[in-house]
């Protein structure tokens, strides 16, 4: 099985590891991180760079493709490669998942017209505005595409992805592998269990309020 994840400058880095923590393990998979080109790409902090061993025109067709998040999406929104890489991809895969704003570059390849999707909190309005039916579930699937919301979703995805490909009882080993089992200190994971003032200094001083 071949899986596909996007690297892109600006990118939210879990929402391109956490997938791949999952999907990485499962029997027989061969993961690559691909790009527009080759090389490292740094996330959205500067901090951390991932290599992209591929760019895309050498990436056959993928059976799994993995488009994470973050604030770089707006330029890759515009980028004819990717899109019509994409698109062509899309047309193949077995399923076609994105994390956290991700969502929004699929949109903007036009594979999300019409389709029940979610995306980071503070960007469900403008992936209605490119088409896509927005819901605001942690994980949401119609038909062979899967989105995922903020950047810690994409482990659920996955998950629910690793389920869908080889059994409840793979991906439960593979959870157990990670040991993921959350327990957040608060409860404050979603603007409807936040308590107001915290979503709204989300809304002020977090990267994704300008796509809004």
Partial sequence: MDVAILLFDGMAALSATGPYEVL???PGANVVFAAAEAGPHRDAQRALALVADVALDDVG???IVVVPGGPGEIELRHDVRVL???REAHETTTWTTSVCTGSLVL??????DGVAATSHWLALDELARLGATAVS???VVDGKIIT???VSAGIDMALLLASLVEG?????QIQLSIEYEPEPPFDAG???SAPPVVVELARATSRFARIT
Avoid at 168 to 172: C, H, I, M, N, R
């Fill in 148 to 150: 995922a919301a903020g």
């Fill in 61 to 63: 067709a993928p059976d």
């Fill in 190 to 192: 979603s603007p409807l």
């Fill in 84 to 86: 019509d890489w994409l």
């Fill in 168 to 172: 409840d009882l793979v991906a439960q």
């Fill in 107 to 112: 949109a903007a390849a036009g594979l999300l």
């Fill in 24 to 26: 990485s393990r499962l």
């Fill in 137 to 139: 579930d942690r994980v």
